[in-house]
DNA sequence: CGGTATCCGACTAGATACTG
DNA sequence: CAGTATCTAGTCGGATACCG
């Protein structure tokens, strides 16, 4: 078989790779797995923790975050039911950037929010007083 | 509810943080940060070079970026027009982090499509067929 | 060339109601 | 407790047309 490997470019439109940014990229993904950094969680502390998230969206992110392997759920047969969610090796592999991401996103906030004063401000002045 | 300087923190709703990952997950901001990690770039370079962004989107995305203070934008006063796009300080030091991004979405793509085949496969089973 | 404005369809995400 | 199903509003994004 001759099928040449060629290197994932996430420029190209059909490349899987596009598909792998995107989940990365995602709002609540990126949530889900830094609350999971720290260990197993359960559905209901996830919920809990991440502000602003409905059932809907929490346990639609967690769905594709199973099927891409980042994240194991695991439902428990008792009563009330449990279901504890916690990172694979691929998923914690993961976590080194995601909470750069984090750790930038903390630490240049200010940066951007003074950037965006800026330009809104700029906004005002298009020749003409409005 | 608090105009107490609190440390940012994405898990809150209203932290701004959240709205900066937001733009990093962008779809487009990550790969148009790549493309301008070799230097500055005219616009059609950038439309031509990400392949699938449509004009809307890629002007929609580059004000976004300016906005936020990662990108410049210089237009030219010549005929025909030229306005070139370039990384500020503050977009470069997010490119270690994207390209990182980058890096991990291609070296790990495998593994995430084969987890994907092996939950779909599952999916068959769910005691009907379908 | 490098946009902007508008229209409109497709997809997203939230609220709600119900189930194992 | 941990979901699933459904409905719907809002947003996103592509195509098109036109301007500086």
Known sequence: MESKQVEP???AKNCGSRQVIDRIGDRW????VLTLADGVKRY???AQRIEG???KMLTQTL????RD???????HATVPPRVDYALTDLGRSLL????GLEAWATSH?????AARARYDAREGRHGSAA
Chains 1, 2 share one sequence.
Do not use: C, F
């Open 9 to 11: 470019n996430p420029y």
């Open 29 to 32: 993904s990126v949530l889900i």
């Open 44 to 46: 209901s502390e996830l």
């Open 53 to 55: 998230v409905s059932q």
């Open 63 to 66: 769905r594709g975050l199973e």
């Open 69 to 75: 392997g980042l994240v194991t759920r695991t439902p």
């Open 96 to 99: 080194g950037l995601v909470s």
């Open 109 to 113: 906030l200010g940066d951007v929010e």
